[in-house]
């Protein structure tokens, strides 16, 4: 159980474009979803909380006109990458847990979207 | 906020040889304490985890202590296996959200 889905695993496009990334979670619904960045040999840096029905909150040095996200339902958060520039390949990853409503649980991961802008 | 250390960031062993990571957390508040396992271009998995009520927990081959006081845990991994190569990044947690260390890629050589 508790399995996220993340589409598509690989992006490859011009600078300038939009691309959106699609998190979803399989078997339960989310009311909080979170984004992650990693670059290369380097650790997991939370971008963003996605909040289902309200604004997302997003970590210090985030641009929020820059990575959009939206968390329309219970079980879909999206993270729209605006106008692209080389400076943000990376691999992007989502997570989300199933509503316990223990705080003390693990994070369950989607499979990321390496990003490369040329 | 929470401000995790992860060292070494580099541990290379032999199969059948130990492996220890070890991390430090500044946040007292924080009670929760996974450790993922990531192989390369794929999602971190959780391998074990333990709870701030908790000063220990083995599961097989994994084991990892925690002392709340010196807020230091650390992940230990014996007879290691080829297998087992990959970055392992340890958190601490609280209200859902986990701080992650810098990671550690460990090899082990056949």
């Known amino acids: 159980g508790a399995v996220v889905s993340q589409h598509p695993s690989r992006v490859i496009c011009k600078s300038g474009t939009s691309v959106k990334i699609e998190c979803r979670s399989l078997?339960?619904?989310?009311?909080?979803m979170f984004w992650y960045r990693q670059f290369p040999k380097q650790s997991l840096m939370l971008m963003a909380t996605?909040?289902?029905?309200?604004?997302?909150?997003?970590e210090q040095g985030v641009e929020k006109d820059k990575f959009l996200i939206n968390h329309a339902s219970l079980t879909l958060s999206t993270l729209t990458v605006t106008s692209a520039h080389p400076e943000d390949s990376s691999f992007y990853i989502c997570?989300?847990?199933?509503?316990?409503?223990?705080?003390?649980?693990?994070?369950?991961f989607g499979d990321g979207t390496r990003l490369s802008i040329l | 906020g929470e401000n995790v250390e992860q060292h070494p960031s580099t541990l290379s062993v032999q199969e059948g040889d130990s492996a220890v990571i070890k991390c430090t957390y500044s946040?007292?508040?924080?009670?929760?304490f996974p450790w993922y396992k990531q192989e390369l271009g794929k999602r971190p998995q959780l391998i074990i985890d333990?709870?701030?009520?908790?000063g220990e927990k083995k599961d097989q081959r994994i084991a990892v202590t925690l002392n709340k006081t010196a807020k230091h845990f650390s992940l230990h991994i014996t007879e290691t296996q080829p297998e087992d190569s990959a970055v392992y990044f340890c958190?601490?947690?609280?209200?859902?959200?986990?701080?992650f260390g810098r990671g550690t890629s460990l090899i082990v050589h056949p």
């Open positions: 996605s909040n289902e029905g309200s604004k997302a909150t997003y």
């Open positions: 078997d339960f619904q989310a009311t909080t």
């Open positions: 333990i709870r701030s009520n908790v």
């Open positions: 958190a601490a947690s609280q209200s859902y959200i986990p701080t």
């Open positions: 946040d007292s508040a924080s009670n929760y």
């Open positions: 997570s989300a847990h199933p509503p316990t409503g223990d705080s003390n649980q693990p994070q369950h």
